[in-house]
């Protein structure tokens, strides 16, 4: 599977016959062509509630078409607020998307009031969380149970003999088969351009004249998808570990690929340069060579866990992974492989587990069925099963760990019921204002290259480069913190391009 984004370092792949979480990639180019004049009329007031378990905020449903170019049958967007701390000061609405495609806006929007946003921000708007069409709590996508989800998850994420192809593709189709027996009437309608448009409705329904918005990851491209669609409707945007919208689904997974094998060897060369590092060579040459040992022990003799399950190479491979979202999370991946080196993969299925978003009673949130249903529609991908192993196959030599499965994760859109309504290319979004986008040097999830290339297209971008590792600038970097809050609080265009590691 390929991997989505947050900046809370949920980046989510799922092995090749999983429902792979496509990366935060960018679909295609949406209109430039300017819209209406932003509206507030005809929409029915947002009827707020309480939100249960959560004290101080507010919790609605917008309805909104299930198909804006053919409306009729409605569904529901989920959002809720956090109104602005200082009455006084107060700017508007700020709505925020941590990424994905698949991860619930409200959800992250609960922890981010707490921690990752910063006061000016909770103080001068009403924070809003959405879960974006096919996501979360709005019109989810479904497709198996928990059980079925453990045994795609589980195959092998690179297939290389004849058996395992045959064995992913026969998964991968049930898979989508099963998408479409459940969620076929809704699978046509959750494009990042229909969540746009949601976007725009739900702006409207609040009552602001025009967008705030802060995006992250694959929220960058859902940002960016809204301005290329309704340029005159943005007052103020700040997109964060931005996607490029000129790749396809290929060109994602390589570029994923290389950055994560990459982070890799860098998390290899600082443990073993740190004596404390729980991760030992046991008379390996290198550490490399003692972990591509290690994870492929695991391949050919997967490790039983608690509660009857195994870890293999799928669980490896994604367990792996996702802690290299943060370096802080570098110690956890480092006593997880030990580990595992002693026969106890506890510490690697508890991280894949997190990753793939499963529950203790092993059911999964639906983040890897929605995944697929949106990025299937955003990016075209390799059109026949044997492109797919050539590309694995060449990937695999330039990431000789990740390159295999991330080739691997798009496969479920090769046979998926609906065909891409997008396709790459970039959006320029004439008439919008200043876009604020962030790319960091050595982001494993969403390499620095595709912050370059998005604001290449748009006509207002600027760029704020994050010289440094992990996923997502706002979270780690004041620099960056204090150039986007400058931006959207007060509209002050950022005094710094260039951020360092360490500011």
Not at 52 to 59: I, V
């Amino acid at each position: 599977m390929l991997a989505a984004c947050s900046p809370s370092g949920h980046h989510r792949s799922t092995p090749a016959g999983g429902a792979a979480p496509v990366p935060a990639t960018s679909a295609g180019p949406g209109p430039t062509t300017s819209s209406p004049s932003p509206t507030t009329t005809g929409l029915a007031p947002i009827a707020w509630s309480a939100c249960p378990g959560h004290t101080g905020w507010d919790c609605a449903t917008v309805t909104v078409p299930l198909d804006h170019i053919h409306p009729g049958r409605t569904i529901g967007i989920a959002i809720s607020r956090h109104r602005a701390a200082s009455a006084s000061h107060r700017v508007g609405s700020l709505l925020v998307n941590p990424g994905g495609p698949g991860e619930s806006g409200i959800d992250w929007a609960y922890s981010a009031v707490e921690g990752t946003l910063d006061k000016a921000l909770v103080d001068d708007f009403d924070i809003i969380g959405f879960d974006p069409r096919g996501t979360g709590r709005s019109a989810p996508i479904r497709c198996v149970d928990g059980p079925t989800m453990d045994r795609f998850l589980h195959l092998v994420p690179d297939p290389v003999t004849a058996a395992e192809v045959d064995e992913v593709v026969a998964a991968t189709k049930q898979f989508t088969a099963a998408c479409q027996a459940r969620s076929g009437d809704l699978l046509p309608f959750v494009s990042t351009a229909d969540a746009a448009k949601d976007l725009d409705d739900i702006r409207a329904a609040l009552g602001d004249p025009k967008l705030t918005y802060l995006g992250f990851s694959y929220g960058t491209y859902l940002g960016a998808t809204y301005a290329g669609l309704f340029p005159t409707h943005v007052r103020a945007m700040a997109l964060d570990a931005a996607v490029d919208p000129s790749e396809d689904g290929a060109q994602i997974a390589v570029g994923q690929a290389v950055a994560f094998e990459k982070n890799l060897d860098a998390f290899l060369a600082d443990c073993a340069a740190q004596s404390s590092c729980a991760f030992k060579a046991h008379g390996a040459p290198t550490l490399r060579a003692a972990f591509d040992a290690l994870v492929a022990r695991i391949r050919d003799h997967p490790m039983p866990v608690a509660g009857g399950r195994t870890v293999g190479a799928g669980e490896a491979v994604f367990g792996i992974l996702f802690p290299l979202y943060e370096r802080s999370y570098w110690p956890v991946l480092a006593r997880g492989l030990e580990d595992a080196e002693g026969g106890n993969a506890g510490t690697l299925i508890q991280l894949f587990d997190t990753y793939a978003q499963r529950n203790p009673d092993g059911t999964f949130n639906n983040t890897i069925e929605a995944n697929n249903a949106i990025n299937c529609l955003d990016h075209p991908v390799p059109p026949t099963l044997s492109a797919f192993e050539a590309l694995a196959a060449s990937t695999a030599k330039q990431a000789p760990f990740f390159g295999g499965p991330l080739a691997w994760g798009s496969l479920p859109c090769l046979y998926w019921p609906v065909p891409p309504t997008t396709h790459p290319g970039p959006i320029t979004a004439p008439g919008a204002p200043p876009i604020v986008v962030v790319g960091s040097t050595d982001d494993p999830a969403t390499p620095y290259e595709g912050a370059v290339h998005l604001v290449a297209g748009l006509s207002s971008a600027i760029l704020v480069t994050r010289h440094g590792d992990g996923h997502a600038g706002y979270p780690s970097s004041a620099c960056v913190r204090a150039d986007i809050d400058a931006y959207l609080t007060a509209l002050q265009a950022p005094a710094n391009r260039d951020c360092a590691s360490s500011s």
